[in-house]
């Protein structure tokens, strides 16, 4: 499966209008309560890029695929977090400045881990001596758009116009669940031939290595005594891959331009709307009983 016009031009277009109405619910205060404790950044970091590529290799060498399809895995492994993630801690009211701030810097950490689990992987499975590059400059270009700018421009009409910031961010969470519902229903009519096939071949990997990862990552958490709002960012950023640029990776014809190790990443697209909305539906059901922090 390769990138299309939806993964490549809609997706990060509707997260930077998604990331743009999140920040209009933030104040530079939130960010300043991760600095004065930044364990909790820590603890995310290590989640993050070290537990989640020794997960996903285990989910690799455990299920029956072929090496293409298990370096697949691995490839959407090693891209942790997204904007999308930010979405689905902002709709679990979990700590959306944490969440943010765990993007930003495994964005940016990732440009040189991604190839180097990468090139472990292909060479473990494959035994090839293949190599990616991840272009840095471009990286953090995309990055800063479809994150900090857009949660930066919110956060500063937020301050400079605050009535009209709280009576937008209101609709938020709506515009929100539709544009989740536009991206799923456009991956699943681009490719609606090929779904059942790829489904049988990695569906069954990538919804365990969803639901494993997320397990893992709020037991870590709460063994690290960490807040409810942490927890919730923490489990919610490792548990979701950043599966664009996990395709990006795969299909790109200056990467590694082979589409079929983009497929575990295709699907994991469309596995990770459901269980993210399995996850909101859970968290929300003990809202009430749980202290907003």
Not at 170 to 197: D, H, Q, R, Y
Request: net charge positive; aromatic share 10%.
């Amino acid at each position: 499966m390769e990138s299309n016009f939806l993964t490549t031009v809609f997706l990060p277009l509707a997260l930077f209008i998604i990331m743009l109405g999140m920040g209009l619910g933030l104040k530079v205060d939130d960010f300043k309560r991760i600095l004065i404790e930044p364990f909790a950044v820590f603890v995310g970091l290590i989640a993050q890029l070290i537990m989640l590529p020794i997960v996903g290799f285990l989910v690799a060498t455990i299920f029956p695929l072929t090496p293409e399809l298990a370096v697949g895995v691995m490839i959407l492994s090693a891209c942790p977090g997204g904007a999308t993630s930010n979405l689905v801690t902002y709709l679990v009211r979990g700590n959306v400045a944490l969440s943010i701030t765990l993007t930003a810097i495994s964005s940016l950490v990732t440009v040189f881990s991604i190839p180097l689990v990468v090139n472990l992987a292909m060479q473990h499975f494959m035994e090839a001596n293949s190599s990616v590059q991840l272009p840095f400059i471009k990286t953090v270009i995309q990055i800063a758009v479809i994150t900090i700018i857009p949660v930066v421009s919110g956060m500063g009409i937020h301050y400079y116009f605050p009535l009209f910031a709280a009576q937008v961010e209101k609709w938020v969470k709506w515009l929100s669940l539709f544009f989740l519902a536009l991206i799923i229903f456009g991956l699943v009519l681009k490719e609606k031939a090929n779904i059942p096939t790829f489904f049988l071949q990695v569906g069954g990997v990538t919804l365990v290595l969803n639901i494993l990862t997320m397990v893992l990552a709020y037991l870590f958490a709460v063994f690290s005594k960490l807040t409810s709002g942490n927890a919730k960012a923490i489990t919610v950023e490792v548990g979701i891959q950043n599966s664009t640029l996990a395709i990006a990776i795969a299909s790109s014809p200056t990467l590694l331009n082979n589409p079929t190790m983009a497929i575990p990443a295709a699907i994991y697209s469309l596995i990770m709307f459901a269980t993210s909305a399995a996850f909101a539906w859970l968290v929300n059901r003990e809202i009430k009983n749980i202290p907003h922090q």
